[in-house]
C-alpha cells in the first residue's frame, strides 16, 4: 500500500499528491461489498478512491456512486474516483445522470498498454541486471492487465515468473508483495495457485506460512488475523509499547490487511502509529 501510494499517481498520469492511506471500509453502507479498492487522503483535503475492474456492469458505476455519495456525507470531504479497467474493457461507463445529481468517474484503460513489449522490456532488463525504478515495478504488478496476444492467465504467470527471478530482495518482494494485494480481485484459479507456490518460496512468504497467516486470510476470521499480526509485528520489532496490542486488536479488518501488506516497509514503531 505505502508504495502504490507513493507512485500511482504517476504510473496512471494523475495530478495530485496522496498524503496518507485512509480507511477502505465504509462503516454502515446497506450494500453487498463495503469496500473500496484503495482510498487516499490528498494534500487538497480530499479523497483519491481506486477501483480496478474487470467487469463493466451497469451496476459497478452505481456501486462507486453510493461508495462516493457516503464519504462525502460522513467526512465532508470531496472525492476523486478513477477506474482501472482491464484490456478486456474498452469503453466503460463513466457519466450518472440521476436528476439532481450528475457522477462522473475517471477511466483508465490497460488496453492502451501493451503487455507483450512491457513484458519484453522488463525481461531484458532483469536479464542485464539493471535496476528497476518505480514505475517498473508497477508495470510488472499490472502487467496481467495489459493488452497481450496471449490470454491472461499465461500473463499473470509470466509476470510470477519474471518477479521470481528478480535478484534484489527488497524489489523482488515490492513486486510480489503488489501482485498478492491484486490477485485475490483479479487472478483466475490456475495463476493463484501458481503464484502461491512462487510466492510461498519468498521471506515474506514464509513468514506468512510459518505463522499461519494464509490460513487465516482464507479463513477471514479477524481475531486469527489480528493474533497473527502481533506475531509479525513483535517479530520485526522484538517488543511492542504497552497498549500497542490493545490498538491492534481493536482494529478494523480492513486497517489489518493495510498493516500486513505494508508490514516489510515500515520502519519503525512511529510508523504504524498512523493506523492506530
Known amino acids: 500500500m505505502e508504495f502504490f501510494k ?21 462503516k454502515n453502507v446497506d450494500i453487498k461489498t463495503n469496500y473500496t479498492d ?3 487522503h490528498t494534500e487538497d483535503g480530499g479523497y483519491l478512491h481506486f477501483e480496478f475492474q ?14 462516493d455519495a457516503s464519504l462525502f456525507y460522513k467526512e465532508k470531504r470531496k472525492v476523486r ?40 522490456m522488463l525481461k531484458n532488463k532483469i536479464r542485464n541486471k539493471e535496476k ?12 496481467p492487465l495489459m493488452k ?8 499473470s504467470l ?47 512468504g514464509k513468514m506468512i506460512r510459518e505463522d499461519g497467516l494464509k490460513e487465516g486470510i482464507e479463513v477471514g476470521k479477524e481475531a486469527e488475523k489480528t493474533e497473527i499480526l502481533i506475531k509479525l509485528l513483535v517479530k520485526k520489532f522484538k517488543k511492542l509499547p504497552t497498549g500497542y496490542e490493545e490498538k491492534v486488536r481493536k482494529l478494523p479488518m480492513a486497517t489489518l490487511d493495510i498493516i500486513i501488506t505494508e508490514i516489510f516497509d515500515l520502519e519503525s514503531l512511529e510508523d504504524l502509529n498512523k493506523y492506530l
Open 6 to 26: 507513493d507512485n500511482a499517481v504517476k504510473f496512471f498520469g494523475i495530478n495530485t499528491k496522496i498524503t496518507a492511506p485512509a480507511e477502505t471500509e465504509i
Open 38 to 40: 484503495y482510498l487516499f
Open 54 to 67: 474487470t467487469t463493466d456492469k451497469k451496476e459497478d458505476i452505481k456501486r462507486f456512486l453510493y461508495y
Open 81 to 120: 474516483t478513477v477506474v482501472i479497467y482491464s484490456a478486456d474493457i474498452d469503453d466503460a461507463e463513466v457519466h450518472i445522470d440521476a436528476g439532481s445529481i450528475k457522477y462522473d468517474i475517471e477511466a483508465f484503460y490497460m488496453k492502451n498498454l501493451n503487455g507483450d513489449e512491457k513484458l519484453q
Open 132 to 143: 528497476l525504478d518505480s514505475e517498473d515495478i508497477l508495470t510488472l504488478s499490472f502487467i
Open 148 to 155: 497481450s496476444k496471449i490470454s491472461k492467465s499465461q500473463r
Open 158 to 204: 509470466e509476470g510470477i515468473e519474471l518477479a521470481n527471478s528478480i535478484e534484489e530482495d527488497d524489489t523482488k518482494l515490492q513486486c510480489l508483495t503488489l501482485l498478492y494485494a491484486l490477485f485475490d480481485k483479479f487472478g483466475d484459479s490456475i495463476s493463484k495457485i501458481r503464484f502461491k507456490e512462487v510466492f510461498s518460496m519468498t521471506d515474506i
